[in-house]
C-alpha cells in the first residue's frame, strides 16, 4: 500500500531539549510538506521541499529545521528554540506532475514539558 | 497574498438533516479550491477539489461543493448527513498559476451530528 507513515504517534519531550519527527512516504511524490495544527487555527506551512536537497520557509519555520536527503523522507526537527512547540504535527507530500492535491499523513502529537 | 474564512467555527446538525459549511477566500489570482476532511487523531483526508471547468463538484461520501468565483466562494454541502459525518472540515486554497505549490488552510469547521 502506497502512503505517507508518520512516527511515532504520540511523543513526549522536556523543554530544552531537540527533537526530530519523521515522515516517510512511498508514493514517489516530489513535493512534501510539514505543518503545525492548534486548536481553532486550522493548518499552518512549517517547511516546504519541491525537491531533493532543496527546501522553503513556510509561514512559521522559526524554532523548526528540516532535511530532504532522500526524496522518500523529509524528516522535522523541532529545535529548544521553538516556543511553544506542543501541537499535533502533520507531514504532506504532492505529486508535481500528476495532481494538485495533497495528502496526508496520521500525524504525530508532541507534547513538551 | 491568499486567505480563508470558515464562517462557522462548530456546525450541529441532526441526523439525516441537510448541511452546508460555508468557506470564503481572498485571492488575487486563478485559484483551485479543496474541502479536507479530518477525523480525531488522524491526518486529513481529500473530499473534493475544483481545478476549473464546471462549478459544481462532486466529491466522496456524498458531498459537493460549489464554486462562486464572483462572491469569492466554496460552501460546502451535503442533503443528509450520517453520524459517521461527525469530524473536522477544512477549506484550502492554492495559487493555480504557481501549480498549486502551497496551500492556505481556513480555520476548519467542527461538524457534530446528533441523532
Known amino acids: 500500500d502506497g502512503g505517507i507513515t508518520q512516527s511515532p504517534k504520540y511523543l513526549f519531550r522536556k523543554e530544552g531539549q531537540n527533537v526530530t519527527l519523521s515522515c516517510e512516504q512511498n508514493?514517489?511524490?516530489?513535493?512534501m510538506y510539514w505543518y503545525r495544527q492548534d486548536p481553532g487555527q486550522g493548518l499552518r506551512l512549517i517547511y516546504y521541499?519541491?525537491?531533493?536537497?532543496?527546501?522553503q520557509k513556510g509561514d512559521i519555520a522559526e524554532g523548526y529545521s528540516v532535511s530532504r536527503e532522500k526524496k522518500e523522507s523529509f524528516p522535522l526537527t523541532v529545535t529548544s528554540a521553538q516556543k511553544n512547540p506542543t501541537a499535533f504535527y502533520l507531514c504532506?507530500?504532492?505529486?508535481?506532475?500528476?495532481?494538485?492535491?495533497?495528502?496526508f499523513g496520521p500525524g504525530t502529537r508532541l507534547t513538551v514539558t | 497574498a491568499q486567505s480563508v474564512t470558515q464562517l462557522d467555527s462548530q456546525v450541529p446538525v441532526f441526523e439525516e438533516a441537510p448541511v452546508e459549511l460555508r468557506c470564503n477566500y481572498s485571492?488575487?489570482?486563478?485559484?483551485?479550491l479543496f474541502w479536507y476532511v479530518q477525523y480525531p487523531n488522524q491526518g486529513l483526508q481529500l473530499l473534493l477539489k475544483?481545478?476549473?471547468?464546471?462549478?459544481l463538484v462532486k466529491g466522496i461520501n456524498g458531498f459537493e461543493a460549489e464554486f462562486n468565483k464572483s462572491q469569492t466562494s466554496f460552501h460546502l454541502r451535503k442533503p443528509s448527513v450520517h453520524i459517521s459525518d461527525t469530524a473536522e472540515y477544512f477549506c484550502?486554497?492554492?495559487?493555480?498559476?504557481?501549480?498549486?505549490?502551497?496551500?492556505?488552510f481556513g480555520q476548519g469547521t467542527r461538524l457534530t451530528i446528533n441523532p
Open positions: 508514493l514517489n511524490h516530489d513535493a
Open positions: 485571492s488575487s489570482v486563478s485559484v483551485y
Open positions: 521541499s519541491q525537491i531533493v536537497n532543496d527546501f
Open positions: 475544483y481545478l476549473s471547468g464546471s462549478t
Open positions: 504532506a507530500s504532492r505529486s508535481r506532475a500528476s495532481s494538485y492535491e495533497q495528502y
Open positions: 484550502a486554497v492554492s495559487d493555480a498559476d504557481q501549480g498549486a505549490q502551497k496551500l492556505v
